[in-house]
C-alpha cells in the first residue's frame, strides 16, 4: 500500500490522479490532499477518499471546509496555509507526491517533497523552471526518484535506455512534440483580438486555463524546452521542438544510430500519471485505446516562429543562464493573468516577456532566496509592462 499525498487536487491533473487512485483503491491510499480555496471541490474529495489531512492554502476556505468537514462526522483534518503544503509533502508516512499546483506557487512544497526523499510526480513543471538547478540537487540529496507528468517527458522518459549513464553518451538529440494549440493554421495578425475563451479552448487536451494560454502561445513549449534540459542533463541545442497536431506521439528520442524512440497514446494525462504512480511497472489508466487506423495520418511540421515567437525565449533565457528561466516564468504567469483578466491582448503576453527577459534576465540568483527575489522582481517589472501595454 503506497500512501500518496497530493497538492493541487482540485486542479485538472489532480482530479485526472484521483481518477486513477480510484482505480487502484487496493494499491494507493490518500495521505493528503491540498489547493489553494475550493473548500467545496476539496470536501467532496475528502469523503470519496477519507484522506487524513487536507490542506488549503486560504484560511478562511479551510475552516468552511472544517465546519462542512465536521458537520458530516468525517474525520479528516484541515490545515491551513503554505506551510502546511510542504508539511503533507515532507511527512515520513508519505511515499509519493503529485506536485500539480500551478505556477512557481507550487515550487516550495514540491521542493519539500523532492529533500524529504519521496517519489516525486512532478506536474508542476515551473518548479523546475525557475529552480531547475536547485530542485535537481534536492532530488539528488533527499534520494527519491523523479517522475515527469508532463506528457512529452514522460513519454521521452520512457522512451530513454533505463540506464541513466546512457543518456548523454547515446542519445544524439530529443524532440519534443507540440499540437500548436488552437491557433496553429491561424494568420498571425488576426491574433490581436483573441479571448480568453478562445485561447482556452485547445483542440486536443482539456487542462487548466493558465496552461491552456500557455499552449495557444507555444509559451509551455518554451517552458518545457527549459524543463527537458534539467530532467535530462540534454543541452538546449539537442532539445528540438515539432508541432504535431494529432499530439498521438508524445515525444521522441534519436539515437546516434539513427534509431527514434516514441511514446504513442490518446491524449489523456491518466496515462502519465499511472505511469508515475506505478513505475518500473504498468497499471490502467482508464485512459481510452489507440486506434491508429480511425486516426488514419499523423503530420508533423516546424514551429513558424513568427506565429510563435515566445519559443525562442526558452533558449535565450538558457543562454543567459542565472535567474533568467525564473524570470521567464515570472514574467508569463503575470502576463497570462493579465490576459484572461481582460487587460492585456493576446499577442502582447510575448512583448511582456520579452521586455522583462531583456530587463532582468541576466540578473544572478544561485541560491533560492535569491531566485524568489528575482521572482518578486520580474512579477513587478512584468506588471508595469502590462500596464504600459494595457487596452
Ligand atoms: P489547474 O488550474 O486546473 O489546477 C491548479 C491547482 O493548483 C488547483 O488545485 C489549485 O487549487 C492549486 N493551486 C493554485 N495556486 C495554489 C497555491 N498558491 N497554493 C496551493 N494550491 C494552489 O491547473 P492544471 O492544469 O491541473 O495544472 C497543474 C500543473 O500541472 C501546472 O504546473 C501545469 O503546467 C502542469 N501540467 C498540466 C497539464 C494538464 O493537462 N492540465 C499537463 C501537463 C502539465
Ligand atoms: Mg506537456
Same mark, same amino acid.
Given at each position: ?9 482540485t ?11 480510484? #482505480? ?45 468537514? =465536521? ?8 490545515l !491551513? ?28 512544497? +514540491?521542493? +519539500? ?6 517519489r ?13 538547478? $536547485? ?17 512529452e %517527458?514522460?513519454?521521452? $522518459?520512457?522512451?530513454? /535506455? ?19 494549440? /488552437? ?9 490581436? %483580438?483573441?479571448?480568453?475563451?478562445? +485561447? ?22 518554451? $517552458?518545457?524546452?527549459?524543463?527537458? %534540459? ?13 508541432? %504535431? ?32 504512480l ?15 487506423? =480511425?486516426?488514419?495520418? $499523423?503530420?508533423?511540421e ?6 510563435? /515567437? ?10 543567459? +543562464? ?33 521586455r522583462?527577459?531583456?530587463? #532582468? ?6 541560491e533560492?532566496?535569491?531566485? #524568489?527575489?528575482?521572482?518578486? =522582481? ?5 506588471? !508595469? ?7
Open positions: 500500500m503506497k500512501r500518496i499525498t497530493i497538492l493541487g487536487s486542479g485538472s491533473i489532480g482530479r485526472s490522479t484521483l481518477e486513477v487512485l480510484a #482505480l487502484h483503491a487496493q494499491g494507493f491510499e490518500v495521505y493528503a490532499l491540498g489547493a489553494r480555496r475550493s473548500d467545496d471541490v476539496l470536501l467532496g474529495q475528502c469523503l470519496r477518499f477519507a484522506p487524513r489531512y487536507a490542506v488549503l492554502e486560504d484560511a478562511q476556505a479551510a475552516s468552511r471546509l472544517q465546519q462542512a468537514l =465536521r458537520e458530516r462526522g468525517a474525520t479528516t483534518e484541515v !491551513a496555509g503554505a506551510g502546511a503544503l510542504q508539511q503533507v509533502a515532507a511527512e515520513p508516512q508519505v511515499d509519493m507526491v503529485m506536485a500539480a499546483i500551478v505556477g512557481a506557487a507550487g515550487l516550495d512544497s +514540491a521542493l +519539500a517533497a523532492a529533500r524529504a526523499g519521496k516525486v510526480l512532478l506536474a508542476n513543471k515551473e518548479s523546475l523552471v525557475v529552480a531547475g538547478e $536547485l530542485f535537481m540537487r534536492a532530488m539528488r540529496e533527499g534520494g527519491g526518484e523523479l517522475l515527469p507528468i508532463d506528457s %517527458h514522460s513519454a521521452i $522518459l520512457q522512451s530513454l /535506455p533505463e540506464r541513466r549513464e546512457r543518456w548523454s553518451e547515446d542519445v544524439r538529440e530529443i524532440t519534443l512534440t507540440a499540437s500548436g494549440g /488552437p491557433f496553429r493554421a491561424a494568420d498571425p495578425h488576426s491574433l490581436e %483580438h483573441i479571448t480568453p475563451d478562445q +485561447a482556452c479552448a485547445h483542440p486536443n487536451w482539456s487542462m487548466g486555463r493558465k496552461i491552456s494560454v500557455d499552449s495557444a502561445t507555444m509559451m509551455n513549449k518554451a $517552458l518545457e524546452v527549459i524543463e527537458a %534540459h534539467h530532467l535530462f542533463g540534454m543541452p538546449a541545442q539537442r532539445i528540438q521542438v515539432l508541432i %504535431h497536431p494529432q499530439s498521438i506521439v508524445h515525444s521522441m528520442v534519436t539515437y546516434h544510430d539513427g534509431s527514434v524512440m516514441a511514446q504513442l497514446g490518446v491524449p489523456d494525462m491518466r496515462t502519465p500519471i499511472a505511469y508515475g506505478a513505475w518500473p511497472r504498468r497499471i490502467a489508466s482508464g485512459s481510452a485505446w489507440l486506434d491508429l487506423a =480511425r486516426i488514419g495520418r $499523423l503530420d508533423f516546424h514551429p513558424d516562429p513568427a506565429r510563435f /515567437p515566445g519559443l525562442r525565449l526558452a533558449y535565450e533565457a538558457l543562454d543567459m +543562464a542565472g535567474g533568467a528561466c525564473a524570470v521567464l516564468n515570472a514574467a508569463n504567469e503575470v502576463a497570462v493573468q493579465a490576459f484572461l483578466d481582460g487587460g492585456l491582448r493576446f499577442t502582447d503576453i510575448h512583448r511582456v516577456n520579452a522583462t527577459l531583456e530587463r #532582468l534576465g541576466r540578473c544572478r540568483a544561485p533560492l532566496d535569491a531566485l #524568489l527575489d528575482l521572482d518578486e =522582481r520580474a512579477r513587478r517589472e512584468a506588471a !508595469a509592462q502590462a500596464r504600459a501595454l494595457a487596452r
